[in-house]
Structure formats: C-alpha cells, structure tokens
C-alpha cells in the first residue's frame, strides 16, 4: 500500500482534533461567516466550524482527503468540499469573510513568488474587513538551529510512529522526508520539497493588508526564534 493510502487511512490519528485550534479560528473568525479552508486535509476544522454555523468551503488538492471529510460528514452538514489547487481559488468565482490556510500546507507551494502571489488572490477574494488565518513551521528557527526534523509524532491507539525527518537542499529548500513506521515493523516513506520561507518574507507577502499579527503558536503566544509554530494573522 502507499504512502498516502496509509496516511489518509490514519489521518485522523496523526492529527487528531486540537479543541485550542478550533477555539483560535472561532475567535478569529467571530464576525466571518462565509469560510474558506485551504488544504483542508480530512476537514476537521471545516466540519467544526460548520457546527458553530459557519458556511464553509473546504477545498484540497489531494482526492483522499476530500473523500475522508464526505465520509465525516453528517446529514445536517452543509460543508461544500471539492478537490482543488489552492492556486486556482479565483476559479471559485465566490468572496469569503474568512480564509485560513494551516498544517504547514502554504510551504508546499513550489517557490516564493507562488507563495506570494497565492496570498494576493486571498486578498482579492476577501470581503471588505476580511481576515486570513495562516500557519507554518518557523523555518527562522529551523534554519537558525540546523533542526534535522520536528519531534516525532507517537500514537499508541494507532500502533504507529510519524517520524518528519529534514534534509536540506543545495538549492534552499528542504525535503520532508516523513516515515510513518508501525509498531509491526511495517514502514512507509515519503520524501516532498518544502519552500523554507522567513518572518521577514512572509510579512512582505501580506503588503496589502491592513494588519497583521505573527504569534508563536494557536495560544497566542508572542513569536520568538524559540516558537516552533508560525501563526499568522491578517485583517483586510
């Protein structure tokens, strides 16, 4: 079986329902009601926000996960998914109140320049007051620190290891090189390219917006080169 195929199989395993996400993204998003979620992934948060009365879209470019947020879906929910590449949201032809965009997934973009034109579009599709929500790796300090990886991840419900190894590149980038091992001895690899980009390159990104706000984490700490996690709040 493939990588992916075990991934998505375990998806929810891996990256279980962190109820301090749900709470940053519903304060945030207080007075937003239309919501965009960028690489959706299983559509945790989607069908979160969808119980809190939101009107979400969920869009994903890989196929697996759109299909695991259909299966989660209830009767009453009124989620909108579909397969799609987050460089194409204009083709939605709709305008949000909300976008947000988490899991490290903005960094899978190909280069800077896509990275950067993708947030413009966010802003072209925002209402008037919108906001954007973004999170990554503080690859400041995996680059200050020479980190080899991010701590692994254990499931013991799951009998299995997420390892995230980093290797870096002479080209800039990393690659992500992510095993997940079974207590059975059963091993899946899977290497991807990362575009390592800075606090200072991403600030630059977000010109157009009125303000925005670097935290350290989803628990609104300050954002330091000791913050693993890099939160990102932007207001239209």
């Given at each position: 079986?493939?990588?992916?195929?075990?991934l998505s199989k375990y998806y929810d395993t891996i990256f279980p329902f962190s109820k301090i996400k749900k709470?940053?993204?519903?304060?945030?998003?207080?007075?937003?009601?239309?919501?965009?979620?960028?690489?959706?992934?299983?559509?945790?948060?989607?069908?979160?926000?969808?119980?809190?009365?939101?009107?979400?879209?969920?869009?994903?470019?890989?196929?697996?996960?759109?299909?695991?947020?259909?299966?989660?879906?209830?009767?009453?929910?009124?989620?909108?998914?579909?397969?799609?590449?987050?460089?194409?949201?204009?083709?939605?032809?709709?305008?949000?109140?909300?976008?947000?965009?988490?899991?490290?997934s903005l960094v899978h973009l190909p280069n800077k320049k896509v990275i950067a034109d993708f947030i413009d579009?966010?802003?072209?599709?925002?209402?008037?007051?919108?906001?954007?929500?973004?999170?990554?790796?503080?690859?400041?300090?995996?680059?200050?620190?020479?980190?080899?990886?991010?701590?692994?991840?254990?499931?013991?419900?799951?009998?299995?290891?997420?390892?995230?190894?980093?290797?870096?590149?002479?080209?800039?980038?990393?690659?992500?090189?992510?095993?997940?091992?079974?207590?059975?001895?059963?091993?899946?690899?899977?290497?991807?390219?990362?575009?390592?980009?800075?606090?200072?390159?991403?600030?630059?990104?977000?010109?157009?917006?009125?303000?925005?706000?670097?935290?350290?984490g989803f628990d609104k700490k300050p954002w330091s080169l000791a913050t693993l996690p890099t939160v990102i709040?932007?207001?239209?």
């Open positions: 079986m493939k990588f992916y195929d075990i709470e940053f993204l519903m304060e945030e998003f207080s007075n937003q009601e239309r919501i965009l979620d960028v690489a959706c992934g299983s559509g945790t948060y989607s069908l979160e926000l969808d119980e809190e009365g939101k009107k979400v879209t969920a869009i994903d470019l890989d196929e697996k996960m759109v299909e695991l947020l259909r299966k989660k879906k209830i009767p009453s929910s009124k989620v909108s998914e579909m397969v799609m590449d987050m460089t194409k949201i204009k083709e939605l032809n709709q305008e949000f109140d909300g976008i947000f965009c988490i899991g490290n579009d966010c802003y072209d599709v925002l209402s008037e007051n919108g906001k954007m929500i973004i999170q990554v790796i503080n690859y400041d300090k995996i680059l200050k620190d020479n980190m080899k990886g991010l701590p692994d991840i254990v499931r013991d419900e799951g009998g299995l290891k997420f390892i995230r190894d980093y290797i870096m590149k002479n080209n800039g980038n990393i690659e992500f090189k992510g095993t997940i091992k079974f207590h059975s001895g059963e091993e899946y690899v899977n290497s991807v390219e990362l575009v390592p980009i800075l606090k200072d390159e991403l600030q630059a990104c977000f010109k157009r917006f009125e303000k925005v706000t670097f935290y350290g709040v932007a207001e239209k």
